[in-house]
T-cell receptor, first 114, second 109 residues
Framework: KAGVTQTPRYLIKTRGQQVTLSCSPI?????VSWYQQTPGQGLQFLFE???????NKGNFPGRFSGRQFSNSRSEMNVSTLELGDSALYLCASSSGTGLNQPQHFGDGTRLSIL | KNEVEQSPQNLTAQEGEFITINCSYS?????LHWLQQHPGGGIVSLFM???GKKKHGRLIATINIQEKHSSLHITASHPRDSAVYICAVTLGRDDKIIFGKGTRLHILP
């Protein structure tokens, strides 16, 4: 069974641009969650989707948004990029609903803002 | 004060030693997760538990709900166990997940 796949692996953008990251969950998993990891703040929860609906959202500004498609694939979008958005963005999938299920993580997308 | 505290922050030990990493939390939870992150970023979920104890190979995780404390033990540690170990909790109030800062473990051969 293929694991969680995130694309692209690396991305370089400049301030003010926008970016879209993609996450394909494990086959059969319907829950996808997104996380930001920085050296200063560590791992932080962004949002969770289940069956194309956002179930939960962390404390991030509205520039961070996401969506989930009918095949459970998910995208995350960040608009008006700031230097502080440089981070490793991870997604995870699980078979059930909610974050009280084992999470299966992708390898992440490393985003650098110049 | 962080809602999830891990100790120690850094740990260096010799191969074969018994390792304990601690996690304390101050909120109501529905689950606690132990994660392992190797250099390069990939995260592996080691355990998810809401009570008692779980064992997988040389790894053991325990949780005490009354004391709001969990421990991750590694028996017969090996250099390949070198990684960052992260404790995370799923909040009972709103099902969000928050993370500890991680424990950086280095096992010397």
């Amino acid at each position: 069974k293929a694991g969680v796949t995130q694309t692209p692996r690396y991305l370089i953008k400049t301030r003010g641009q926008q970016v879209t990251l993609s996450c394909s969950p494990i086959s059969g998993h319907r829950s996808v969650s997104w996380y930001q990891q920085t050296p200063g703040q560590g791992l932080q929860f962004l949002f969770e989707y289940f069956s194309e609906t956002q179930r939960n959202k962390g404390n991030f500004p509205g520039r961070f948004s996401g969506r989930q498609f009918s095949n459970s694939r998910s995208e995350m979008n960040v608009s008006t990029l700031e230097l502080g958005d440089s981070a490793l963005y991870l997604c995870a999938s699980s078979s059930g609903t909610g974050l009280n299920q084992p999470q299966h993580f992708g390898d992440g997308t490393r985003l650098s803002i110049l | 004060k962080n809602e999830v505290e891990q100790s120690p922050q850094n740990l260096t030990a010799q191969e074969g030693e018994f390792i304990t990493i601690n996690c304390s939390y101050s909120v109501g939870i529905s689950a606690l997760h132990w994660l392992q992150q190797h250099p390069g970023g990939g995260i592996v979920s080691l355990f998810m538990l809401s009570s008692g104890k779980k064992k997988h190979g040389r790894l053991i995780a325990t949780i005490n709900i009354q004391e709001k404390h969990s421990s991750l033990h590694i028996t017969a540690s090996h250099p390949r166990d070198s990684a960052v170990y992260i404790c995370a909790v799923t909040l009972g109030r709103d099902d969000k997940i928050i993370f500890g800062k991680g424990t950086r473990l280095h096992i010397l051969p």
